[in-house]
T-cell receptor, first 113, second 118 residues
Framework: LAKTTQPISMDSYEGQEVNITCSHN???????ITWYQQFPSQGPRFIIQGYKTKVTNEVASLFIPADRKSSTLSLPRVSLSDTAVYYC??????????????FGGGTRLMVKP | DVKVTQSSRYLVKRTGEKVFLECVQD?????MFWYRQDPGLGLRLIYF???????EKGDIPEGYSVSREKKERFSLILESASTNQTSMYLC?????????????????FGPGTRLTVT
């Protein structure tokens, strides 16, 4: 079971780029890396998912080095509304045991004016 | 847009009561999940279901049961509520993996039910 480690919290200012790194030293060959965002009093929301190298969508970019033992979620030019908790998950889409469905404590990002 | 709805946003129950939390999704997803979220502990998986009448235990199933009689509906049951079950409960749904069963593909979450057991 791939366990993930993220910083507990991070502070940033509006307009800055924020990079949140997740460590997953025991990632397995078939595991994907997924990031979710959660605002207070809401359920988590899918942000991005990737397997290797770089994935980009309209919200964020996900950088995965060749050894895949870590990944970095990059949020360009954050605004106050990006203040949330960000979760990194690692899991195998073909795993029927549910082992991939583990959300850690997440990283609490605070964006300041 | 996928919509996952939960029967109540806030619920207050007494110790020993039987509690039903209902979740409905409208995207014909095979997979449905129940999590609880507590400060400092993140989300923890209670039960999941990858088909009608199918259920699998998650990380913390003790004190809970589930029911999935229809594809769109997944119920979480607290047979005898206790104060340590006071928590935020989140339901989610997703598409299945390529060969059936749950997957790490995108999960869609409901707004949550904040349950207080007194």
């Amino acid at each position: 079971l791939a366990k993930t480690t993220q910083p507990i919290s991070m502070d940033s200012y509006e307009g800055q780029e924020v990079n949140i790194t997740c460590s997953h030293n025991n990632i397995a060959t078939n595991d994907y890396i997924t990031w979710y965002q959660q605002f207070p009093s809401q359920g988590p929301r899918f942000i991005i998912q990737g397997y290797k190298t770089k994935v980009t969508n309209e919200v964020a970019s996900l950088f995965i080095p060749a050894d895949r033992k870590s990944s970095t979620l990059s949020l360009p030019r954050v605004s106050l509304s990006d203040t949330a908790v960000y979760y990194c998950l690692v899991g195998d889409p073909l795993d029927n045991a549910g082992n991939m469905l583990t959300f850690g404590g997440g990283t609490r990002l605070m964006v300041k004016p | 847009d996928v919509k996952v709805t939960q029967s109540s946003r806030y619920l207050v129950k007494r110790t020993g009561e039987k509690v039903f939390l209902e979740c409905v999704q409208d995207m014909d997803h095979e997979n449905m999940f129940w999590y609880r979220q507590d400060p400092g502990l993140g989300l923890r998986l209670i039960y999941f279901s990858y088909d009608v009448k199918m259920k699998e235990k998650g990380d913390i199933p003790e004190g809970y049961s589930v029911s999935r009689e229809k594809k769109e509906r997944f119920s979480l049951i607290l047979e005898s509520a206790s104060t340590n079950q006071t928590s935020m409960y989140l339901c989610a749904s997703s598409l299945p993996s390529l060969f059936g069963g749950p997957s790490s593909y995108e999960q869609y979450f409901g707004p949550g039910t904040r349950l207080t057991v007194t």
